[in-house]
T-cell receptor, first 116, second 111 residues
């Protein structure tokens, strides 16, 4: 039973380019969460999505960042016109529709974005 | 809003006990969690405690919850070098599905 799969694991972009990060939730999970971890900092919530719906985007920067979770395929976090401050590890987590017995989130191994 | 705070660093000797502390502000927290992050990896759930409990033990791990002071701790008995990692405290409140994380405590175990 595969866990949360994220790709790419490492991504290098030049300033002004676009970054696309993909996340496939655990089998049977329909809820996806994106978190950002800046160097030497904790995890900051960005966005929570169900299939075809954004439920909570209170942590998303207002510009350049967008997320989607289509009916078919992985969730995608898209960063347009990247800047050096976007360099971070981006973690995806998933949970079942019911929230599970304890509300825990299951994390992927992260995508590490470096902006040159 | 919610806030979760942890000390940044803890160093212990192999075989000693480690105690990692966390404070939170959200009084409507339902579950509190401890996650472990090894270098270059994702977060792995270690243990959790429901907000109406004050203690939970799971092998070498003991979680203590003081609801009055909004203080959570994780005790690791007989700490091993393999326990070296960053430990994150997280809380979930009744109104949200997303968890709020602390900044993480880096545990260094000296042989």
């Amino acid at each position: 039973n595969a866990g949360v799969m994220q790709n790419p694991r490492h991504l290098v972009r030049r300033r002004g380019q676009e970054a696309r990060l993909r996340c496939s939730p655990m089998k049977g999970h329909s809820h996806v969460y994106w978190y950002r971890q800046l160097p030497e900092e904790g995890l900051k919530f960005m966005v929570y999505l169900q299939k075809e719906n954004i439920i909570d985007e209170s942590g998303m920067p207002k510009e350049r960042f967008s997320a989607e979770f289509p009916k078919e395929g992985p969730s995608i976090l898209r960063i347009q016109q990247v800047v050096r401050g976007d360099s971070a590890a981006y973690f995806c987590a998933s949970s079942p529709a019911s929230g599970g017995a304890t509300g825990e989130l299951f994390f992927g191994e992260g995508s590490r974005l470096t902006v040159l | 809003g919610e806030d979760v705070e942890q000390s940044l660093f803890l160093s212990v000797r192999e075989g000693d006990s480690s105690v990692i502390n966390c404070t939170y502000t959200d009084s409507s927290s339902t579950y509190l969690y401890w996650y472990k992050q090894e270098p270059g990896a994702g977060l792995q759930l270690l243990t959790y405690i429901f907000s109406n409990m004050d203690m939970k033990q799971d092998q070498r791990l003991t979680v203590l919850l003081n609801k009055k002071d909004k203080h959570l701790s994780l005790r690791i008995a007989d700490t091993q070098t393999g326990d070296s990692a960053i430990y994150f405290c997280a809380e979930k409140d009744t109104g949200r599905r997303a968890l709020t994380f602390g900044s993480g405590t880096r545990l260094q175990v000296q042989p």
